[in-house]
Each structure stands twice: as structure tokens, then as C-alpha cells.
């Protein structure tokens, strides 16, 4: 059986003066929501300089 997928790319980008707490808390809210929707994280690329994060989600089409 061949399953397909729909993909979705979301960058993430936590406000710079915040703690890391706050940050992780942040993070940790994109997560939920997209779990809540069906994603799946399958992985996670940083920015250094950026202080963004590239999240790279997938959920059968």
C-alpha cells in the first residue's frame, strides 16, 4: 500500500529578547498546534544568525 503525503515547511522565529523558556514555550506552541492538525515533525533545521528555526512537517494526503 502506498501512502501519500502533503508536506509543510514553517519557520519559526521567537521574539529576540525573550528567555529561553519563553522561547522553548513558543516553539513548543507551533508544535502543539500542528499536532492538533495532523502534522508530524520529521525535522528541524536551525538558521544560525537568523535566530530562526525551519520546522518541516508531513500528514497523509
Known sequence: MRSKWAYKIERAKPPVFSKAQSKAEFINEILNRRGLDGWEL???????GSGETHLYFKRPF
Request: net charge neutral; hydrophobic share 55%; no cysteine.
Open 42 to 48: 520529521v525535522n528541524v533545521i536551525p538558521m544560525p
